[in-house]
């Protein structure tokens, strides 16, 4: 994650990253979840497009996949659609941060 940031250069607004989903969220709709842009910096955020040297494979988050380390598993984003940087991650769904966050009332941040 830490060098897409550095491609990217967000914006100085920018305090948190939205992870969008090809697959659909329990309750229908599609899938997100937020990190913040200080979470995913740590070295135990990063973006799985292989696991043990191989391409990784549909069942386990193909194309691309999110994996914070320092989170519970529904922080991790599997068949990453497309990434966000955004100012607040109240600016996406109902604001809670993610669509577990949003239809759930789970807690924004599950740091283990």
Same mark, same amino acid.
């Given at each position: 994650?830490?060098?897409?940031?550095?491609?990217?250069?967000?914006?100085?607004?920018?305090?948190?990253?939205?992870?969008?989903?090809?697959?659909?969220?329990?309750?229908?709709?599609?899938?997100?979840?937020?990190?913040?842009? *200080?979470? !995913?910096?740590?070295?135990?955020? &990063?973006?799985?497009? /292989?696991?043990?040297?191989?391409?990784?494979? =549909?069942?386990?988050?193909?194309?691309?996949?999110?994996?914070?380390?320092?989170?519970?598993?529904?922080?991790?984003?599997?068949?990453?659609?497309?990434? *966000?940087? !955004?100012?607040?991650?109240?600016? &996406?769904?109902?604001? /809670?941060?993610?669509?577990?966050?949003?239809? =759930?009332?789970?807690?924004?941040?599950?740091?283990?």
């Amino acid at each position: 994650m830490k060098t897409l940031i550095e491609f990217v250069r967000p914006r100085p607004e920018v305090k948190a990253v939205a992870f969008f989903s090809f697959g659909g969220a329990l309750y229908g709709g599609p899938y997100y979840d937020t990190q913040s842009l *200080e979470n !995913v910096l740590k070295p135990q955020c &990063l973006l799985a497009s /292989e696991m043990n040297g191989q391409p990784l494979t =549909e069942v386990y988050g193909a194309p691309l996949r999110l994996r914070v380390e320092n989170q519970l598993g529904y922080k991790m984003v599997k068949w990453i659609e497309r990434i *966000e940087f !955004v100012e607040s991650e109240k600016e &996406l769904g109902k604001g /809670e941060g993610g669509k577990n966050e949003d239809d =759930e009332y789970f807690d924004l941040l599950p740091n283990i």
